[in-house]
């Protein structure tokens, strides 16, 4: 059994990398061809991108292609070759004092690194251009061959708000997150191999490319590794992200169920004190909550002066105490969010399941389990993924009561008991200036919430039997 498993997966591999390589072999022929049977005015746009458009009287697309390819070469020689020569070393000079005591300022790692990605990125987009206005020429072509009319300037002006509105629309989008979303976390990759932090602060001092050295270090269980923090924080994560999903989850399920009963009174005051609770600001909240449990906050001052106990109860200072409180603090904010959604999810149940239920003698118990259950978790399955990934980076609510405390010598790295791996991360960069393990860190976010969220997605009945409860 799993030999054949095996060897489907290593079928699977194999074709993905045939299908890579015969589409790179299709488009080298393709190009080629291209070239042989195309025009004088396609063969001319080899050289010069949207000379071919130009020539046939398409100004506007001539134009585009020509403005576009002129200016990322421009941006390459002019201002990108000095990163690019440098992005291997990423700069050897230092900054420093000459000999007669003046400031000289040497490379700038930073500069060169983000500078040299945005020049290699142009030289991408230079070759995805110059392939665009390839088969828009080759289109033409055939357009010609045909003897039919290719587009004039108002046409495919025209186009830009009719057949094509849609990619109109969406450049300005698409270009925002290449710019401020892919090219950021491209940046950020690449600092996970370099050594880059508080002892090499460009631009008075350089860092360099050191390979796989800090992923070494991120699961080095020595002295001065990682490893030991990591899988800690790691573990805390994940049982922060499931408590705080499914707690929330099925505690909101219930008390949505509970309002929702007939002969429950002032339904619409108690949907009405969730909404409130929902639009106090969770800045504010959180911060005033963890305050209440403080060593000398509300909670400790009055079970002081009733005579409860007799000290303090260590809320923030005891590593348990702050996981638990953390998770019941969590409950008061998620769970309205939960029941105002299967509020309306519950009375989209058909009532004749209930009633057929009831005929056949189900209980309440077995019809919660049978009816209710299932389609909740059908209808709601992709949102409870996407709550817990969005537990798993919930910076808000553990920096905002606790910050990650308490701290403990056993950890390294100013890492608490209670640090998210995003908490954790972000105390790398803002108070240790640890670049280069906060982009490690980063990385190793990405795959945690990668893996779950592929495992997970393939086995949700919703993605599995779409048609299930149609």
């Not at 390979?211 to 002295?223: A, H, Q, R, T, V």
């Not at 393990?437 to 949700?460: C, H, K, Q, T």
């Amino acid at each position: 059994m799993n030999n054949s498993i095996a060897s489907i997966s290593e079928k699977k591999r194999k074709s993905k990398i045939g299908t890579f390589f015969r589409t790179v072999g299709s488009e080298i022929k393709e190009i080629g061809t291209t070239f042989t049977r195309g025009s004088w005015q396609t063969r001319v746009s080899y050289l010069v991108p949207g000379l071919g458009q130009l020539l046939r009287g398409q100004i506007a697309r001539g134009l585009m292609f020509l403005l576009l390819e002129g200016g990322l070469i421009f941006y390459i020689v002019a201002y990108g070759m000095p990163y690019l020569s440098d992005i291997s070393t990423l700069g050897t000079q230092k900054s420093g004092y000459n000999d007669f005591g003046i400031m000289t300022y040497g490379d700038n790692s930073f500069n060169i690194l983000l500078y040299g990605l945005l020049a290699i990125t142009a030289v991408f987009l230079v070759i995805l251009l110059w392939r665009i206005n390839l088969k828009q020429n080759m289109k033409t072509d055939e357009l010609i061959r045909q003897r039919r009319s290719i587009p004039t300037n108002k046409q495919d002006l025209h186009s830009l708000i009719d057949s094509n509105f849609d990619k109109t629309l969406l450049a300005l989008p698409v270009i925002g997150i290449f710019v401020f979303t892919v090219i950021p976390i491209i940046f950020m990759i690449c600092i996970a191999f370099t050594n880059y932090d508080a002892t090499h602060q460009p631009p008075g001092k350089l860092f360099t490319w050191v390979g796989f050295d800090n992923f070494k270090e991120i699961f080095s269980f020595g002295s001065t590794g990682f490893g030991k923090t990591f899988f800690t924080v790691l573990l805390w994560t994940l049982t922060w992200a499931f408590f705080a999903t499914f707690l929330n989850y099925f505690l909101g399920l219930a008390l949505a169920m509970l309002i929702n009963k007939k002969g429950i009174k002032f339904k619409k005051m108690w949907r009405t004190i969730l909404i409130v609770t929902i639009a106090v600001p969770q800045f504010v909240s959180l911060l005033y909550v963890g305050k209440m449990f403080a060593a000398d906050g509300l909670v400790n001052t009055y079970l002081l002066k009733w005579g409860w106990i007799s000290k303090a109860i260590p809320f923030w200072t005891n590593p348990t105490y702050a996981k638990i409180l953390i998770i019941v603090i969590n409950l008061w904010i998620g769970i309205p969010y939960l029941v105002l959604i299967a509020t309306g999810l519950l009375m989209n149940i058909p009532a004749d399941l209930y009633e057929s239920a009831k005929i056949d003698g189900a209980t309440n118990i077995q019809m919660f389990f049978k009816i209710t259950l299932p389609y909740m978790l059908f209808v709601t399955g992709p949102f409870l993924l996407t709550q817990f990934i969005g537990n798993i980076n919930n910076f808000n609510v553990i920096y905002l009561l606790n910050r990650g405390q308490p701290q403990s010598m056993k950890l390294s790295d100013n890492a608490g008991y209670t640090d998210l791996l995003v908490t954790w991360l972000y105390k790398m960069t803002v108070n240790d200036s640890n670049y280069k393990m906060a982009a490690v860190i980063g990385i190793m976010v990405f795959i945690v919430v990668a893996v779950i969220s592929l495992i997970v997605y393939n086995l949700m009945p919703s993605v599995k039997d779409e048609e299930g409860f149609q």
